[in-house]
C-alpha cells in the first residue's frame, strides 16, 4: 500500500503532463482532419465547373490513400519511421521532429484516418430529405451541411467517436517507444526499481481506468445533450 | 407564370417527362393529378430544381431557363427563393424547435434580424394552429401538426409560389382535415399554389385548374369543371377507382 501511494504522484504527473495533453491535442486535431477527410470523400463529382470537378477528383484519391495508409499500418510502425525514420533520411530530405510533436502527429494522423469514416457514415446516415428541405429554403449546400446535417451527424457520431478517444488515450502508452515517459513508462521504470511489477502495472492500469471512466461520463452527458430532440431518451 | 415548353426528364433509359408544354397563370391554385409514377413529383420537383430535366426551357415568370445548359448556382438559388415547398415526409429538421424550424430560413438564408424572424414565425404558427407548440421538437408532434409546421416553415420565406408533393398522403383523414383546413386558408393572391393529390374532393373544391399525367404525358389541363362533369373515359377511369365505385358492392 505505502509503494502505491509512493509511486502515485509521479504516475499521476506523467499522466497530467504527457498522457492526457497527448490525447487531447491529438483528438481535436484528428477531428479536425476527418471532417475534412470525409467532406471531401463524400463531395459529388459530377457537380461543378471542370476545374472543381478535377480538384475533387483529386482530393478524393489523396484522402483514400491517407486513410488507407493509415489504418492499414501498425501505429507504433507510424511513429518508428517519423521519429527514427526521417531523421535518417539522406541529406536534404531530413526530417526532425521533437518526441512529443513526432508523437502528435501521428496519433492526429491516426485518429483522423479512423474517425473521417465514422464522420463519413454519420453525414451519409441523415436522410435525402434534410438536404432537399435545406435547398428548398434556399440554403447552399454549405448552408445545409452546416446548419442541418453536421448537427445531426454530431449526434450520430457521438458514441463511435467517444469509442476512438478512448482508444487514443489508451495508446498513447505506445509513445514510451519514442522517448516519451507517460504513465506507463513511469510505471514501468518504478517497477524496475522496486521489483513490483504486479502492483505498479496494476496500479497505471487504474489511473488508466480512471481517466477513461471520466470520459464515459462526459459522453454520457453530451449524449444526453444532443439526444434532446429524440423521442424516449 | 410557370411555364414549360418541351420539357423532357430522364431517369437513366426511362422517360419520366415527355416533352411537356405547358403554362400556370400567377394568383391561380393548380392541382396536378394522375396514377402513381406518373411523374407528378417529378414535375412539381422541377419547378424549385430539385430535379432538373436535361431538354426544355422553363420560364419563371421573367426568368428563362435552358435545361440543355448547366444551371448556374446563383440561378437556382433564385428560383429557389420564388418557390417554397412542402415535402409528403414533412422533412421538418428534428434538432431545432418548431419556432426555430420558422425562423431558419428567414435567419440564415434571408439575413433577417432575430426579432423579426421571431415575431413573423409567431404570426405564422398561429395562421396553422401551433402557437402554443412553438418550443417543442418536431417529434414530439402528430403527423398533421409537422406538415402544418412544415407549411409556415415554407411560407416564412414569403416565396411566390407554394410548392405541394402530396402534402397529407403520410396522414389519416383526421390529421389529413386539419392540414387541408389550412391550407384553405392560404390566399392565393399572395402565393400562387401547385399541389400534388390524391384527394379528389379537396382538389375540387381548391383548384383552378387541373393537370392530369400519365406516363409522363399530359393528358389533361383545363377547369375542374369539365375534368369532374365531363370527363374524358381515360379519367372517368382513373375518378372511379379513387372512389371504389368499381369494385365496392353497390
Known amino acids: 500500500m505505502k509503494l502505491v501511494m509512493d509511486s502515485l504522484p509521479a504516475i499521476l504527473e506523467a499522466g497530467l503532463r504527457y498522457t492526457i495533453p497527448l490525447s487531447v491535442i491529438s483528438f481535436i486535431i484528428g477531428i479536425i482532419i476527418a471532417v475534412i477527410t470525409a467532406l471531401v470523400r463524400i463531395s459529388n463529382v459530377k457537380k461543378g465547373s471542370t476545374f472543381t470537378r478535377l480538384l475533387k477528383i483529386i482530393g478524393k484519391a489523396f484522402f483514400s490513400f491517407y486513410v488507407w495508409l493509415f489504418r492499414g499500418t501498425p501505429l507504433i510502425v507510424q511513429m518508428f519511421i517519423l521519429f527514427y525514420g526521417l531523421p535518417r533520411l539522406p541529406a536534404p530530405y531530413t526530417v526532425e521532429f521533437g518526441a512529443f510533436s513526432a508523437a502528435v502527429i501521428v496519433f492526429s494522423l491516426n485518429v483522423g484516418a479512423y474517425a473521417s469514416e465514422t464522420i463519413r457514415a454519420a453525414i451519409l446516415s441523415i436522410s435525402k430529405g434534410q438536404w432537399e428541405a435545406g435547398y428548398a429554403i434556399g440554403m447552399t449546400h454549405t448552408t445545409v ?14 458514441p463511435p467517436l467517444s469509442n476512438s478517444f478512448i482508444g487514443l488515450i489508451k495508446d498513447t502508452s505506445l509513445a514510451f517507444s519514442i522517448t516519451i515517459v507517460e504513465m506507463f513508462s513511469v510505471g514501468q521504470q518504478i517497477a524496475a526499481r522496486t521489483y513490483e511489477p504486479m502492483v505498479l502495472y496494476c496500479e497505471v492500469a487504474v489511473v488508466y481506468l480512471v481517466f477513461c471512466s471520466i470520459l464515459n461520463v462526459g459522453q454520457y452527458y453530451l449524449e444526453k445533450r444532443t439526444s434532446r430532440y429524440i423521442k424516449n431518451t | 407564370m410557370i411555364k414549360f415548353e418541351n420539357v423532357n426528364k430522364y431517369f437513366d433509359q426511362h422517360k419520366a417527362l415527355k416533352s411537356l408544354s405547358f403554362e400556370l397563370p400567377e394568383h391561380e391554385t393548380t392541382v396536378i393529378v394522375g396514377p402513381s409514377g406518373s411523374g407528378k413529383s417529378t414535375l412539381l420537383r422541377s419547378f424549385n430544381l430539385l430535379e432538373q430535366p436535361e431538354e426544355g426551357l422553363y420560364s419563371l415568370d421573367d426568368k428563362v431557363i435552358d435545361f440543355a445548359q448547366p444551371i448556374s448556382e446563383k440561378t437556382i438559388l433564385e428560383v429557389r427563393r420564388q418557390t417554397g415547398m412542402v415535402f409528403q415526409d414533412y422533412n421538418l429538421f428534428p434538432h431545432l424547435t418548431v419556432l426555430k424550424n420558422v425562423m431558419e430560413g428567414p435567419l440564415h438564408v434571408l439575413k433577417e434580424q432575430k426579432l423579426i424572424a421571431a415575431q413573423r414565425a409567431e404570426e405564422l404558427l398561429e395562421l396553422v394552429g401551433l402557437s402554443d407548440r412553438a418550443n417543442y421538437y418536431p417529434n414530439q408532434l402528430s403527423g398533421g401538426q409537422q406538415q402544418r409546421v412544415a407549411i409556415a416553415r415554407a411560407m416564412a420565406m414569403n416565396p411566390k409560389y407554394l410548392l405541394f408533393d402530396e402534402p ?32 379528389m374532393a379537396f382538389a375540387k373544391a381548391v383548384a383552378s385548374n387541373i393537370i392530369f399525367l400519365e406516363e409522363g404525358n399530359i393528358l389533361f389541363n383545363g377547369s375542374p369543371d369539365e375534368f369532374f362533369n365531363h370527363p374524358t373515359e381515360r379519367i372517368q377511369k382513373f375518378l372511379s377507382a379513387m372512389t371504389f365505385e368499381d369494385i365496392l358492392p353497390k
Do not use: G, W
Open chain 2, 168 to 199: 397529407t398522403s403520410a396522414l389519416d383523414p383526421e390529421l389529413e382535415a386539419e392540414v387541408l383546413k389550412v391550407l384553405l386558408k392560404l390566399d392565393v393572391e399572395k402565393n400562387s399554389m401547385v399541389i400534388v393529390t390524391h384527394n
Open chain 1, 145 to 158: 451541411l452546416f446548419r442541418v446535417i453536421l448537427p445531426q451527424a454530431a449526434r450520430v457520431s457521438l
